[in-house]
């Protein structure tokens, strides 16, 4: 799995860094982390952060799919709850695709 490092901004801000997606990406999560994902291709991908547990019925709990339209850039939230036991707490995210697909972490 690779981490991906997150930036934090100072004063006069910070480059977003951002880097091709792949296979096996994985960040760490906190109310201030936020992934950014920018879609470079002509059409819409899907990000799927894995979100481990069961409900209370003993159900996988479903992972969080986001679809990332053509040509956007997107930010979405590192929640806590995507922290996974099993990959060192961090959140696990998959591609639907990641030709011209670029991203990175920032916290605040």
Known sequence: ??????????????AAGLAAAAAGDTAKTGNHRALLVNNGSDDPITVTIAVPGKTATGEDVPDNV????????R??????????????????????????????????
Do not use: C, F, H
């Open 66 to 73: 986001i679809t990332v339209a053509a040509s956007e850039l």
């Open 1 to 14: 799995m690779a981490e991906i490092l997150a930036k934090q901004p100072g004063p006069d801000g910070v």
């Open 75 to 108: 930010v979405i939230p590192l929640l806590p709850l995507y922290a996974d036991p099993e990959a060192n707490r961090q959140a696990v995210i998959t591609w639907s695709a990641t030709a011209n697909v670029t991203r990175g972490v920032i916290q605040l």
